[in-house]
């Protein structure tokens, strides 16, 4: 939770016009979009650009592509000045998985080698470091990461793990399934100390953080645009410096193979690229509206809000404290623990999204960590109180009932 719980429910973002934000996106009334953190929501304004794009692309595929790279280094510049990073350590890469995979793709042979990640990473970004640490014949350390660590005990849990065998390390800037903050600076300094190369897996931080890399101690950095800066999806950035820079590859080998860093990212024969195109209609689209300061406050409330909310409503039948602490929190993400018997691991989680989301018209994330199921909050603008407030009032009845099922069951096996 932040310093200061929001009890009370924020005002609702409005347009222009007057009309409620979520006006200006295509998403379905009939349902509550509570999980904006998993795959975004585009603008209405940055679904017509790409469109238009499209339709220039088929109009004249032969004029199109040969002048795709130009254009797609023009837009570099207008992301890497939101990121506020050179153009020149800017790639663009469909999503922040992708950009893992073209660093792990560059790493030469380290037999025996070890890579550290945490407990707390995403997990194809892990399947990805395991799969080249076999390919190493090496091993991947996880660091145990407490969920409510604070900042020194997340750093001292990953900075045990490192070794002279170790030959990378993964740490994720904003975690997914947990919600919180790592110390990726603390984390990049020691590396660094140490000779050894890290990757921040920074997938939710552009858009929900101002600036993700003002203080970068670290060379390799892959952020999501298209979850909360709202660009169309398949758009991430990867940002590379130092030694590794110049080794970083497309995975699709294209005439501009022999280019230089970041420019041979800028050709890959016919990907429809429109949604890099269409990337700075959607993050200006915010700022032009709202201002992505005043977003981000608003976001951070209401999450506020959402959990307290939810959290009072989840704990008036059984008394059980929902209320969770995850040491170093975000803007616009909150935890709540669920009742027992509810999301105890990946696949139950996975399991109850589509459950709620077709039994009873919400899209929410639920997660597991340690065995225990929590839901994950995460507000953009469209969202309002009343949205957090109807799954109080009418889910949270229905998933206590369930849990209840659930540990009956386990009971009686």
């Known amino acids: 939770m932040s310093e200061t719980e929001v009890t009370t429910a924020p005002r609702s973002l409005l347009l222009a016009d007057g009309r409620p934000a979520d006006r200006a996106w295509s998403l379905d009334p009939a349902l509550k979009h509570l999980n904006h953190g998993s795959f975004g929501a585009v603008p209405l304004v940055a679904q017509e650009r790409q469109e238009l794009l499209r339709v220039e692309m088929e109009r004249s595929p032969v004029v199109w592509f040969p ?64 799969r080249l640490a076999r390919r190493w014949g090496g091993r991947v350390r996880t660091a145990r990461v407490p969920l409510d660590a604070d900042e020194d005990q997340a750093y001292e849990a990953v900075a045990a793990e490192l070794g002279d065998a170790t030959e990378l390390v993964v740490v994720d800037q904003i975690t997914s399934a947990t919600a919180r903050r790592l110390p990726v600076e603390r984390i990049g300094a020691e590396a660094r100390r140490r000779g050894i190369p890290v990757l921040v897996d920074g997938a939710h931080a552009p858009g929900l953080l101002d600036a993700p890399l003002a203080d970068a101690t670290y060379d390799l ?4 645009l298209h979850k909360w800066g709202c660009a169309p999806r398949g758009t991430a950035a990867l940002v590379a410096r130092g030694p590794l820079r110049d080794r970083l590859h497309p995975l699709i080998d294209s005439w501009a193979a022999a280019d230089p860093y970041p420019d041979r990212f800028d050709q890959q024969g016919t990907v429809d690229a429109t949604a890099y195109l269409a990337a700075p209609t959607s993050l200006a689209f915010i700022e032009r509206t709202w201002g992505w300061p005043a977003a981000r406050r608003y976001m951070d409330e209401l999450a506020d809000y959402g959990a307290h909310v939810i959290g009072t409503a989840l704990a008036e039948p059984t008394g ?68 957090y407030e109807y799954f109080a009032e009418e889910c949270v009845p229905v998933l206590g009932n369930w849990a209840r099922e659930n540990s009956g069951k386990r009971s009686a096996q």
């Open 320 to 387: 059980a404290d929902s209320a969770v602490d995850v040491g170093m929190p975000v803007p616009g993400m909150r935890l709540v623990r669920l009742p027992d018997g509810l999301a105890a691991d990946r696949i139950e989680a996975d399991a109850l999204r589509d459950r709620v989301a077709l039994e009873l018209g919400v899209e929410a994330a639920f997660t597991s960590f340690d065995g225990i199921g929590y839901l994950r909050l995460s507000a953009h603008v469209y969202n309002t109180a009343a949205d």
């Open 221 to 224: 950095w892959t952020g999501n």
């Open 67 to 130: 002048a795709l790279p130009q254009r797609l280094a023009a837009t570099r510049v207008e992301l890497a000045d939101f990121l506020r990073v050179s153009p020149g350590d800017l790639a663009l890469v469909p999503n922040a998985s992708a950009g893992a995979s073209v660093v792990y793709a560059a790493l030469t042979l380290r037999p025996g080698g070890e890579i550290v990640v945490t407990d707390h990473g995403y997990g194809a970004v892990t399947m990805g470091a395991e």
